[in-house]
């Protein structure tokens, strides 16, 4: 997919504009680059006529500005990190870790592997080390049936951290919500896939 070239008065928005102009420019950005309609198979094995690729965001260079100042707004003050399973989460947690440090807000960015690295430490958690009982926000891309972060939430727990939120950029509505709520976590999203593919629609006509 060629990478759209946009004009540079949309980067200076992201970069200093309100919240909501920001996000209004993150899903535009969702809906030109990210979001396609057609026959697909998910990682989950469903099948869906539509398909968002977060990561064409995410890795966006003004994506993950956006990314990161919206996520950020979104965190609660008590956060020492941000987390989430390797490898959607990874460009995500990092533009929030370092919008955050521009902003003079130290938060750490975490990376749990989905196998325990085989070598050295053999670790499950990429990152700074952080105090027991340190509060750390797991970061999603798009949630489907939420198995990705809930597994990074245990990882977390299991290191003595503790997380008690989810949030992500997409919900495609299609379990993950409830099973946050079964798992007495808090969950919040950027966008509904309804509001993908509302403007997504208006784009279009």
């Known amino acids: 997919m060629t990478q759209p070239t946009l004009p540079t008065e949309t980067l200076a928005a992201i970069a200093t504009g309100d919240l909501p102009t920001v996000r209004q420019l993150l899903l535009d950005l969702f809906c030109e680059v990210a979001y396609r309609e057609g026959d697909f198979v998910l990682s989950s094995g469903q099948s869906s006529t539509y398909y968002i690729n977060g990561k064409q965001v995410t890795l966006h260079p003004y994506g993950g500005l956006a990314v990161g100042r919206v996520l950020r707004s979104m965190l609660p003050s008590d956060t020492a990190a941000v987390a989430g399973l390797t490898l959607g989460a990874d460009p995500m947690v990092t533009a929030t870790s370092v919008v955050a440090a521009m902003a003079g807000q130290p938060i750490a960015a975490l990376i749990v592997r989905k196998e325990a690295k085989g070598h050295g430490t053999q670790a499950y958690i990429e990152g700074p080390t952080l105090g027991a009982d340190s509060s750390v926000v797991v970061l999603e891309d798009v949630v489907t049936t939420g198995q990705s ?21 997409v919900d495609r509505q299609q379990g993950g919500a409830e099973l946050y709520q079964q798992q007495g976590l808090q969950f919040e999203t950027v966008f509904s896939i309804q509001d993908i593919q509302q403007r997504w629609a208006q784009r279009q006509a």
Do not use: H
């Open 149 to 169: 972060a809930l597994k990074a939430v245990e990882r977390l727990r299991q290191a003595g951290y503790r997380v008690n939120q989810i949030i992500a950029l």
